[in-house]
């Protein structure tokens, strides 16, 4: 244990010295953080939007103040005709044309259906499937408005009964979403990433021959090499956590010490993957490499981060059973934006602790066989 | 007594048979040089010495511990200091030596006995805040033989332990391990370095896995009593190399900086037979001197007759 101690004593040290390794466990998560929070933003706000009103009734006026007073859309002008009605949309001017046609204020009086035209930009899917979804919204809350004021009765079914399909809910900001997911994923990358250089980095300098010429059993040597990572990656979750409480106005709902003990989990099976592959990888570039592809991409990809998992392929979705990230996430957004308590995720819980003990197994089984 | 003892060590990787049935004995402080060119399986030998690879067949004992059932107790009993000094850049010279003492359990009284020892030896004291990678090569070089002695071993495994470093710096390093031999410590040291191991008390040739010579520096000169070499300066030494393979009298010549080796035949044929020779084939010849062998001369002879066996 003295050993071991010794051995996590130096590592520190040397991590202390080493800007590379601090700043990609201290910068990059914050860069992330920053990237991610600002700029991979799925909520829509400011949809430009022009307006073709050939009816010019005070129904067609209360539809467009509605639509401008919903804060997603911002006035692009007014459109007169079908050419420039083109050439808006052609030009991204617009993303979306409200066209009103004539007798639409009369049709509503009457108590007829009246049908207005809402012409999309469907070239960013994602974005047009959002703005669909709140421009529906917003025309069936003014039918709603206009039935009540007629007096009429508010049918069960309303007028326009279309549920939008959209993966994020509105009033639900993304950023909510995406911060638990970043914490998994610059987790992934400051314990699995630096782990797997430091021992890799010990290989190509010849320390690590040195090392395995001294009385030291591999357990105390990987449980002081790891240790220091360990608790660097903590501190950085944590902080990641407080600047998006900050930054994002993520709510912590549920209990620190859940959050401390499902992040820890997750730490050391990050830590035994990069441990396993610097057992592998002969060069630091070599492990980065093997990194990338087993820790990094799926982490991005396959845990539920950013793509739903219940979206993909059978075959894909298995895949994402051995992917950490993925319980983890489960876990992490119940405790932050639900505010559930442990006892919900002992399944993901003991998934990540299976998980930590098969790669650490394995990395010392590989180590310890080194020999002979 | 004897530190080290080696019989029949082999090990194969796959079909490649990388040390061949090698034994020796080293003694107890004792200075053993191990020569070979790349390849010829000092590594492999040295590393299962160590007790970082187990042997395919054949035993070893290290200090007593025997290197295939006792690995561990090998590696309280030895000290290692590789050619890459292995040093963290990073930490300073305290830290790096306790970080090797933490290594192998070094504390309390012992420890600023030791660590004091270290830098005396290294001639780093004063120095103790320096980073390892600011260091110059002779010293980064004694600290690293520093740390590898740390704990006291009994044995102490060299492997190439002064590529990289000036020559001043070398001398000081021998002198250092001369000390240490004397002090009882038995060293174990790999060189490519052929005037490095005249250092040596005894010198082990291995070609191709196997032991190919084995002695001191002087009985292995003993190779050459009954054919002398005669040293030949010429304007156009590799031709008159070729000259001299068609000499019945010379048995082998070889390129020695801008000179020519010559091995004679026998005690009999004298330096003015090869002159003359040499200037029946167009050569002439500035100077022509009877030399004594030298250790690469014995090397390449040793190595040349294991090659063709």
């Not at chain 1, 990069?274 to 492990?287: N, P």
Request: net charge positive; charged share 20%.
């Amino acid at each position: 244990m003295r050993k071991a101690i010794a051995v996590g004593r130096k590592e520190f040290r040397q991590i202390a010295r080493d800007r590379r390794t601090l700043a990609i466990m201290l910068l990059v998560p914050v860069g992330f953080l920053l990237l991610f929070g600002y700029a991979l933003n799925f909520d829509v706000k400011n949809v430009s939007m022009a307006v073709q009103d050939r009816d010019n009734s005070s129904e067609s006026r209360a539809l467009v103040s509605a639509f401008l007073n919903s804060g997603y859309f911002r006035f692009a002008g007014t459109v007169h005709g079908d050419q420039e009605l083109h050439r808006l949309m052609d030009r991204g001017r617009a993303i979306l044309v409200l066209v009103i046609p004539e007798n639409t204020g009369r049709a509503i009086r009457r108590g007829e259906v009246a049908p207005v035209q809402v012409i999309l930009d469907g070239l960013d899917s994602t974005t047009g499937v959002a703005v669909l979804g709140y421009s529906l919204s917003v025309v069936r809350s003014v039918s709603n408005r206009l039935l009540l004021e007629q007096g009429a009765p508010v049918p069960g079914v309303p007028p326009v009964a279309v549920e939008p399909r959209i993966w994020y809910n509105p009033e639900l900001r993304s950023a909510l979403f995406l911060v638990p997911g970043l914490i998994g994923f610059i987790g992934m990358i400051t314990a699995a990433v630096s782990t797997a250089l430091s021992v890799v980095r010990e290989k190509e300098r010849g320390t690590w021959e040195q090392v395995r010429m001294a009385p030291i059993n591999t357990i105390s040597y990987i449980v002081g090499k790891t240790i220091p990572y360990l608790g660097l990656s903590i501190v950085s979750s944590m902080g990641i956590v407080l600047a998006a409480m900050v930054l994002f106005d993520l709510p912590m709902r549920g209990s620190w010490l859940a959050l401390l003990l499902a992040t820890t989990l997750f730490l050391l099976a990050a830590l035994g993957m990069g441990l396993l592959v610097s057992t592998i990888a002969e060069s630091q570039l070599v492990a980065f490499q093997i990194v990338l592809i087993l820790a990094f991409l799926p982490t991005f990809l396959l845990s539920g981060f950013i793509f739903p998992i219940q979206n993909m392929p059978v075959v894909i979705q298995a895949i994402t059973y051995a992917v950490p990230a993925r319980y983890f996430l489960v876990a992490l957004r119940g405790i932050v934006l639900k505010g559930v308590g442990l006892g919900a995720f002992w399944v993901q819980l003991a998934a990540l602790v299976a998980f930590a003990v098969v790669v650490l197994g394995l990395a010392s089984a590989r180590l310890a066989r080194e020999r002979g | 007594m004897s530190a080290i003892v080696v019989r029949d060590l082999t090990r194969r990787f796959g079909k490649f048979v990388a040390v061949d049935h090698v034994s020796f004995d080293v003694r107890e402080g004792e200075i053993f040089g191990f020569l070979g060119s790349n390849g010829a399986g000092k590594s492999t030998t040295i590393r299962m010495l160590c007790g970082l690879l187990r042997p395919t067949s054949g035993t070893a004992t290290v200090g007593g511990a025997d290197v295939g059932t006792d690995p561990e107790g090998v590696k309280t009993r030895i000290g290692y200091m590789s050619q890459r000094f292995s040093l963290y850049e990073k930490l300073t010279v305290d830290q790096n030596i306790r970080f090797y003492a933490g290594l192998y359990g070094i504390s309390g009284e012992r420890f600023d006995q030791r660590r004091a020892f270290v830098l005396e030896m290294a001639g780093l004291r004063g120095r103790e805040d320096m980073f390892a990678r600011d260091l110059p090569g002779g010293w980064r070089q004694r600290l690293a033989l520093g740390c590898a002695i740390l704990h006291e071993p009994p044995i102490l495994f060299l492997d190439e332990p002064t590529g990289g470093v000036d020559p001043v710096s070398r001398r000081e390093f021998w002198r250092l391990i001369d000390r240490l031999s004397g002090s009882g410590v038995t060293v174990l040291v790999t060189t490519h370095y052929l005037d490095e191991a005249e250092y040596c008390h005894r010198i082990a040739i291995i070609h191709a896995g196997r032991l190919a010579a084995l002695g001191s520096s002087r009985e292995l000169k003993q190779l050459f009593a009954s054919r002398p070499i005669v040293e030949i300066h010429t304007s156009r030494a590799v031709e008159a190399m070729r000259a001299l393979e068609g000499m019945p009298e010379v048995e082998k010549s070889s390129l020695f900086g801008t000179a020519v080796h010559a091995v004679l035949s026998g005690p009999e044929v004298g330096p003015e037979t090869v002159s003359a020779w040499l200037g029946r084939h167009g050569h002439e010849v500035s100077a022509i001197d009877r030399v004594q062998p030298s250790l690469e001369d014995v090397f390449l002879d040793v190595v040349e007759k294991a090659g063709r066996a």
